[in-house]
């Protein structure tokens, strides 16, 4: 086949160092999900919705085919936290933690996702970002060390 084609929908999930609440104006919180999901396109995985709150964010995007997962969260942190910086003397002091979840989404889950990341707000109102972490890690099956999650 002389074509290369792909289609891997990713769940992206990280939140500030130490769960900070640097995020907690929502226009600074929009600018930061519209500059992450303006990198996810620049880097050819264009995102169908970034989200969160206050501490983290859900990024769900198509993962480009050139494109290694590490990379591109990276990518996504440094760039979105060095434009954060840039904005606000205020924000010298943020950062991403240095850990990540991504989970691989089926095509058929895509539209319940979407809704998901867009209640954030909501869904926080009853369940802290560290809960839900850990439900996302059992609901893949992912084995962790409870230690080594949280920076």
């Known amino acids: 086949m002389p074509q290369s084609l792909a289609q891997v929908y990713?769940?992206?999930v990280f939140s500030t160092k130490h769960r900070?609440?640097?995020?907690?104006?929502?226009?600074?919180?929009?600018?930061?999900?519209?500059?992450v999901a303006g990198t996810c396109k620049k880097r050819g995985?264009?995102?169908l919705l970034v989200g969160g709150v206050a501490d983290h964010v859900h990024i769900l995007c198509s993962l480009g085919r050139e494109e290694s997962l590490s990379v591109l969260v990276r990518e996504l942190k440094r760039e979105s936290s060095k434009a954060l910086k840039a904005r606000s003397t205020s924000?010298?002091?943020?950062?991403?933690q240095a850990g990540y979840g991504a989970f691989s989404v089926s095509p058929a889950h895509v539209e319940a996702l979407k809704k998901y990341i867009a209640?954030?707000?909501?869904?926080h109102r009853r369940e802290?970002?560290?809960?839900?972490?850990?439900?996302?890690?059992r609901k893949y099956s992912i084995v962790y060390d409870?230690?080594?999650?949280?920076d």
């Not at 924000?91 to 991403?96: E, I, K, T």
């Not at 209640?119 to 869904?123: G, I, S, Y």
């Open 10 to 12: 990713l769940h992206i």
């Open 20 to 35: 900070q609440p640097f995020l907690s104006d929502g226009q600074l919180r929009r600018e930061c999900h519209a500059y």
């Open 45 to 47: 995985s264009p995102s």
């Open 91 to 96: 924000l010298r002091d943020f950062y991403w």
């Open 119 to 123: 209640n954030q707000e909501e869904h």
């Open 128 to 137: 802290s970002f560290q809960d839900e972490f850990r439900r996302l890690l």
């Open 146 to 150: 409870e230690r080594y999650v949280w």
